[in-house]
């Protein structure tokens, strides 16, 4: 049986304070639903719960520094929260509902949360795909504000507390596509497109290795300066894509590396992530 055992559990009364107890205690954890970190068979030194930390509201800002209006997604918010919220329906064009509406059921949305489904940076994760797409940048207690894509691409444990994903608020037109072989079941093979105010972002994850961008181009501070750090260049749409951009991030999606897991090969992962990047720019620009 799979136990997972916490030695101290603590509610931390400010992210600031849950940043000095997890540098200052060895082997603590943030937790946030825990739906992730119950998977494991192990025992946590010294438990950190946010739930009184007021990260759990999407707020809507006009004076953020990079976007002007801004939707702050607290880190606490759950996936149900994330999924029924009108702001952020319009601000990813409907792509975040779809986004995680598979994953697993409500009971569980209703606990799993942004916060936890970032910091796991699971390649499977609909979260990461849909703001990574959207253009987010991360906030955290110790590391401070830095894009998504320069996070995903960090291979070292995270020792930082993340309080919020902050994402444009303008309006935008944006589609979700993926493979699962059966409803709530992992994807796989995942793909969000959205035409922002930033331009148009493509994201391709589920690969099964972390979500990459195909279509977009490095944000300050990002890591991918106009790559998507495997090879392949990112390419950029116009506003209006034409046949031959919308072929040229195809195939900027068939470069990405592809490789095999218990749900799919990676030839298959291959075939099929051009077809749904197709897909999403096409549903995305009606
Ligand atoms: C059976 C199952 C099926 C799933 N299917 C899908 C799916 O199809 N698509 C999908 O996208 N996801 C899926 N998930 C993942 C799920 O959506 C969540 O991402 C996952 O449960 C983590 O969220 P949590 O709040 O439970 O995090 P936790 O399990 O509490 O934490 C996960 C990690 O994040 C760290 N953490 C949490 N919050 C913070 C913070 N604020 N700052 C710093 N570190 C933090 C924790 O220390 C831990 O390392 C699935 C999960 C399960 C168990």
């Not at 997604?73 to 994330?82: K, M, P």
């Not at 944000?219 to 034409?242: H, M, R, Y």
Request: glycine letters at 10%; aromatic letters at 6%; a neutral charge.
């Amino acid at each position: 049986m799979v136990v997972l055992r916490f030695g101290t559990y603590v509610r931390a009364k400010s992210p600031q304070d849950a940043y000095e107890l997890l540098r200052s205690k060895k082997g603590s954890r943030i937790v946030g639903g825990g739906g992730w970190m119950r998977l494991s068979r192990r025992s946590v030194g010294t438990v950190i719960d946010l739930g009184d930390c007021g990260l759990d509201a999407i707020n809507l800002t006009h004076d953020d520094p990079v976007f002007g209006d801004a939707l702050r997604i607290g880190a606490y918010v759950t996936l149900r929260s994330f999924e029924l919220d009108e702001h952020l329906d319009r601000a990813s064009g409907g792509a975040a509902a779809a986004a995680v509406h598979d994953i697993v059921g409500v009971q569980f949305r209703n606990l799993a949360t942004v916060g936890g489904s970032v910091c796991g940076r699971f390649g499977f994760s609909d979260v990461c795909l849909v703001l990574l797409a959207l253009g987010a940048h991360l906030e955290f207690v110790g590391a401070g504000r830095i894009p998504l894509e320069a996070f995903l691409m960090d291979k070292a444990t995270c020792r930082d507390v993340l309080t919020h994903v902050i994402v444009p608020a303008a309006p935008a037109q944006a589609s979700y596509q993926a493979v699962r072989r059966q409803a709530t079941d992992f994807p796989v093979i995942n793909v969000c497109a959205a035409h922002t105010c930033q331009g148009w972002r493509v994201a391709v994850g589920a690969r099964p290795g972390r979500p990459r961008l195909v279509v977009g181009s490095a944000q300050e501070g990002g890591a991918q300066d106009a790559s998507n750090s495997q090879g392949a260049p990112c390419v950029t749409l116009t506003d209006a894509p034409t046949a031959d951009e919308v072929e040229a991030a195809c195939a900027s999606a068939q470069r990405l590396t592809y490789s095999t897991n218990m749900l799919a090969d990676a030839a298959y992962r291959q075939e099929v992530a051009p077809v749904l990047v197709r897909r999403a720019i096409e549903e995305a620009a009606r």
